[in-house]
């Protein structure tokens, strides 16, 4: 029997992933957590349904050339099982119309050391989502003795979760910046609510963005949960939709992360990694201005990559500026196209998710 879970950070060496799937996404009626992320004037307002075949599969292509990369360049790639996400989710508490998808994991799934965690999403869409990743969970807990399989408490997602007509009205970006600064977002403080992908994972420290998708009572819950870490609740106010540090704080490497200037990263933050001599670098700026259609995310999924050890990171075909970044940096630059899949959920870093790094839970902030 062999290890196959282990990871403590987003920079050791690769050897194990899930790469995500397209198959059967849908993109999902309008409920009270997600509208939020979607701007006023997107043409996504109030669209649902099944997502057209011809993206499902230009999206699949990039995913499944994504794998065949980190197969070449030595790590174990697994897929999850997409369901037929065109079905409602009915529970005792809630119903909504339709599921999303099974892209990206990393929002579901977060790899503390030999445990793999299922999160507790604020999207009612998302609930059923880990049923995608379960058959190879199953597989590592009949293969490696040590793996930890573990469901974060569910939330209820009753009305009380939400506070109701918070982005009825039609606010500016100015307002929409104040409330990300006053920490006021559509989520309530009901039950611990958050996206795996919120979670910065360095070692023996967490920092968890507090945002639209995280709360501040899943903060507290991951100081109970793991008393041996040291958990950082994080906010940037220049981010008006925040929805997932991995385009917002990525770390390449041990002392070095590059951070989005647009989104104001906290002074106390700073302070603690340059008290610990990293470098915090400003991210070269996205190759283009729009993302493309049907897609939630910013163009600052040109950050968001996946580093494969302390020398080598994926990044975005046409992200011509970040991949010069990178190069200056000292990495080597392995491009891969993939504005096809960003739609379904994100980038490289989001359409991935930790199942075996190399190395061991380090304290970079004695
Ligand atoms: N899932 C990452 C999205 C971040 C962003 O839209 O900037």
Sequence with gaps: MA???????????????????????????EEPATSEKVPVDSAMRGMWGPRPTETVEKANAQ????????????????????????????????????????????????????????????????????????????????????FKWTQAPRPRLTDASYKHNYYDEKISLE?????????????????????????LRLGKD?????????????????KRYYPDLTVHA????????????????VPLRPGLIINNPQRRLPEEQRAIFEANDWQIVDAAMPAHKEPPPLC????????????????????????????EQMDKLGMNV?????RDAYP???????ATADVYREGGCEDYFA
Aim: proline fraction near 8%; glycine fraction near 4%; charged fraction near 20%.
């Design 3 to 29: 290890k196959i879970v282990n990871s403590w950070n987003d920079f050791d060496p690769l050897k194990r992933v899930i790469v995500g799937r397209a198959d059967f996404s849908v993109i999902p009626p």
């Design 63 to 146: 995913l499944d050339y994504l794998a065949k990369v980190l197969e070449d360049n030595g790590v174990t790639v697994d897929r999850p099982e997409p369901l037929q996400w065109n079905q409602p989710v009915i529970t005792p508490d809630f119903r909504t119309d339709s599921m999303m998808t099974c892209m990206p994991p990393r929002d579901i799934l977060l790899t503390i050391g030999s445990e793999i965690m299922a999160s507790a999403n604020s999207f009612r869409c998302r609930y059923f989502e880990y049923l995608a990743y379960w058959p190879l969970m199953n597989k590592y807990f009949e293969e490696d003795p040590e």
């Design 175 to 199: 307002e929409r910046l104040e409330r990300t600064a006053n920490k006021d977002f559509v989520t309530t403080e009901v039950e611990p609510m958050w996206d795996a992908a919120d979670v």
């Design 206 to 222: 967490l920092f968890i963005q507090h945002g639209l998708t995280t709360n501040r009572k899943a903060m507290e819950w991951f």
């Design 234 to 249: 994080v906010n940037f106010p220049g981010d008006p939709y925040p929805i997932h540090i991995d385009a917002t704080f």
């Design 296 to 323: 939630y995310s910013s163009v600052w999924l040109s950050m968001n990559c996946l580093v494969l050890d302390h020398k080598t990171v994926i990044i975005e075909a046409s992200e011509h500026n970040q991949a």
């Design 334 to 338: 392995i491009p891969v196209p993939f």
């Design 344 to 350: 379904f959920g994100g980038a490289l870093h989001c």
